[in-house]
C-alpha cells in the first residue's frame, strides 16, 4: 500500500499563507525612510490641495485619512481647513507628527486598520509606488471610503531623470494608462488626471495626480 500523499503546509492552515506576506511585508519596513518636508513637496502639496477642494469641495469636520503621511506636510493644511484628519507611516515621522500635534499612528499601508465606510476624504499622496499590491491597496482605500468620498492619489512618473523606478522602496512605478485602469477598476468614479511638472537640477520631471471618488450609495 502506498503511503499517504502530504498535504501541503498551506492547505492545513489556510492563514500561514497570509502570514508569509506580512511578515514579507514587515521586512520591507526597513526601506523606509523619513520624509524630511522640502520646499518643492510644500508647493505641490499646498497647489493640488487648493485643487481637490475645488473639484469636490470637503466640508468642515470631515474624517480625512492621510497616508504616508511624512511629517505633517498635508495634515497643516487640514487642520487650518479644521478637518477632523489621522496620518498614518512608519518609523520617526509618526513621532514627528505627533510632537506637533497631528493625529498620527504607526501603520502599514497594504492593511489599513480601520472600519469599512470610515473617511470623507483619502489623501494619498506618493504612496503607491511604496505599495508591493498597488491594486489591493487601491482596493483598501475604496473599502475605508464613505459612499461620496473622495481622494487623491499622486505619484513619480517612470523614465524621468530622477530614475523614480529606481528608489530602494519604490515597487511599483507604473504608467498612466495602467494606474488609470487600476483606479477605474478598484471602482472609483468621475477620474480626474492632470500633470505636475517642475524643473530640478538635472532636468524636467514629472508627477501624475488624480482625483477621484467612489460612488455614492
Known amino acids: 500500500m502506498s503511503e499517504p500523499e502530504q498535504m501541503p503546509a498551506t492547505a492545513a492552515d489556510p492563514l500561514a499563507k497570509?502570514?508569509?506576506?506580512?511578515?514579507?511585508?514587515?521586512?520591507?519596513?526597513?526601506?523606509?525612510?523619513?520624509?524630511?518636508?522640502?520646499?518643492?513637496?510644500?508647493?505641490?502639496?499646498?497647489?493640488?490641495?487648493?485643487?481637490?477642494?475645488?473639484?469636490?469641495?470637503v466640508a468642515e469636520g470631515a474624517r480625512v485619512l492621510d497616508i504616508g503621511c511624512g511629517q505633517g506636510v498635508a495634515l497643516k493644511h487640514f487642520a487650518a481647513d479644521r478637518l477632523n484628519a489621522t496620518g498614518i507611516a512608519?518609523?520617526?515621522?509618526?513621532?514627528?507628527?505627533?510632537?506637533?500635534?497631528y493625529d498620527a499612528v504607526e501603520m502599514?499601508?497594504?492593511?489599513?486598520?480601520?472600519?469599512?465606510?470610515?473617511?470623507?476624504?483619502?489623501?494619498?499622496?506618493?504612496?503607491?509606488?511604496?505599495?508591493?499590491?498597488?491594486?489591493?491597496?487601491?482596493?483598501?482605500?475604496?473599502?475605508?471610503?464613505?459612499?461620496?468620498?473622495?481622494?487623491?492619489?499622486?505619484?513619480?512618473?517612470?523614465d524621468t531623470?530622477?530614475?523614480?523606478?529606481?528608489?530602494?522602496?519604490?515597487?511599483?512605478?507604473?504608467?498612466?494608462?495602467m494606474l488609470h485602469d487600476l483606479i477605474r477598476r478598484s471602482g472609483f468614479v468621475d477620474i480626474n488626471h492632470f500633470d505636475i511638472g517642475f524643473q530640478l537640477k538635472m532636468g524636467p520631471d514629472k508627477y501624475w495626480g488624480f482625483i477621484q471618488r467612489k460612488p455614492a450609495a
Not at 506576506?21 to 523606509?32: N, Y
Not at 515621522?93 to 506637533?100: L, S, W
Not at 531623470?161 to 494608462?177: D, I, M, P, T, W
Open 161 to 177: 531623470v530622477a530614475g523614480h523606478e529606481l528608489n530602494k522602496n519604490h515597487y511599483s512605478v507604473f504608467g498612466q494608462r
Open 90 to 101: 512608519i518609523g520617526e515621522d509618526v513621532r514627528i507628527c505627533r510632537e506637533a500635534g
Open 18 to 57: 497570509y502570514a508569509r506576506l506580512e511578515a514579507f511585508c514587515r521586512k520591507l519596513w526597513s526601506d523606509v525612510y523619513p520624509e524630511t518636508p522640502t520646499g518643492l513637496h510644500a508647493d505641490i502639496t499646498a497647489k493640488v490641495w487648493e485643487k481637490v477642494k475645488a473639484t469636490f469641495p
Open 108 to 158: 502599514d499601508l497594504t492593511f489599513l486598520e480601520f472600519p469599512d465606510d470610515t473617511f470623507d476624504l483619502v489623501w494619498c499622496r506618493h504612496v503607491l509606488e511604496h505599495s508591493i499590491m498597488p491594486f489591493f491597496t487601491l482596493a483598501e482605500i475604496f473599502r475605508v471610503l464613505k459612499p461620496g468620498g473622495v481622494v487623491y492619489i499622486e505619484v513619480p512618473c517612470p
